[in-house]
């Protein structure tokens, strides 16, 4: 099924899927933040997607067997070098940043992500329609409000960092449709995953990040237990599921939600707080990216750009969201990955 007809005979289907987006890619920031409690912050990155990688691995060998691994060296390097843009730098780097700044904040900075989609595209000439480019300089005035003026819950050095992640993974979403990849979107996720989570153990390890089995609280241990099941492959399940099965103007609202959820789970379990700045800021950054997303959507079909995303990785945005499957079906300027 087109990703823009519904699915009329399972409407509950398609809103519990969307339900579990929304919650799960916005929860993944509060689960990123707890983990990195007691588990150094690339490492704890590392582990969750190198575990998601050889879960999701073992299940595609299972349904498909070795033939969904059938890929050239150039697909191979392809996936690689995107998993190494999303996840290493971009998802891992989140995770640095959420040591210090509120995991609210870094949702609400992550969600720019589209904004920078658009900047690249102009960049290389494919140039954008008018509203599309007022919606990145409306977000960007919300992206600025956050960072300069040093919203409460937030240092300079956390605001740096969730940027420069978030740039690294637009620069990744935007390389992975228009260089060669694995014809299979599960071996692609999971390819991408092993070798992000391959790229954070080695750059934590050279950081000097050491993993100390002794010191890491249940609490952290249920945390990243959670990213992994839940936040890896649950959502990226349901996520999956939604792009074959709902309209896509339906799945992109994924972009609006996450943030809220993250903010309102940040400020009821570790009481971060929620500031008429991070109120504004937030709403002036999410009216852009409403705006880029509903202009592009009107636009003629493409093979596009990953518009975030989660909740980790990524549609995406979302700080924790994962590899975006089935790229070939989606609107231009929808999909985004969160990291």
């Keep these: 099924m087109r990703a823009n007809t519904t699915d009329t005979r399972a409407p509950l289907l398609v809103w519990s899927a969307l339900a579990i987006v929304y919650v799960v890619w916005g929860s993944t920031y509060l689960g990123i933040g707890i983990a990195i409690e007691s588990i150094p912050p690339m490492l704890s990155a590392a582990m969750r ?62 969600a720019s992500v589209p904004l920078w989609l658009v900047v690249f595209r102009f960049v290389v000439r494919d140039r954008p329609k008018t509203l599309t480019l007022a919606g990145v300089l409306v977000g960007l005035v919300g992206v600025a409000a956050l960072s300069l003026t040093g919203a409460e819950g937030g240092s300079s050095v956390g605001i740096v960092v969730v940027l420069f992640a978030s740039v690294s993974w637009a620069v990744g979403s935007f390389l992975s449709s228009r260089i060669e990849m694995p014809a299979n979107a599960l071996a692609t996720s999971a390819i991408e995953m092993f070798v992000g989570g391959a790229g954070l153990l080695v750059l934590g390890t050279g950081y000097g990040e050491r993993l100390d089995l002794s010191a ?16 890896s492959l649950i959502g990226f399940t349901a996520f999956s599921w939604l792009l074959g099965n709902a309209p896509i103007s339906l799945v992109s609202t994924y972009a609006y939600v996450n943030p809220a959820v993250a903010v309102a789970l940040g400020a009821l379990v570790l009481n971060e707080p929620i500031t008429t700045q991070v109120i504004v800021g937030g709403l002036v950054i999410l009216a852009g990216v409403a705006l880029v997303i509903s202009t592009e959507r009107k636009g003629p079909k493409r093979v596009l750009e990953d518009l975030d995303g989660g909740g980790d990785v990524g549609l995406g945005v979302s700080g924790g969201q994962e590899p975006q499957p089935a790229r070939h079906h989606v609107d231009p300027a929808v999909e985004q990955r969160g990291v």
């Excluded at 999303?86 to 509120?102: D, F, K, M, P, R």
């Excluded at 241990?221 to 990213?227: G, K």
């Design 49 to 110: 997607f190198i575990t998601a990688a050889a879960l999701l691995s073992g299940f595609l060998l299972v349904r498909s067997g070795p033939a969904a691994f059938k890929l050239s060296r150039k697909q191979f390097l392809g996936a690689a070098v995107v998993g190494v843009l999303l996840l290493t730098t971009g998802n891992g780097l989140l995770a640095v940043a959420e040591q210090y700044i509120s995991t609210g904040l870094a949702a609400l900075l992550v």
């Design 216 to 231: 890491i609280t249940t609490r952290s241990w249920v945390a990243l237990v959670y990213l992994i099941l839940v936040g």
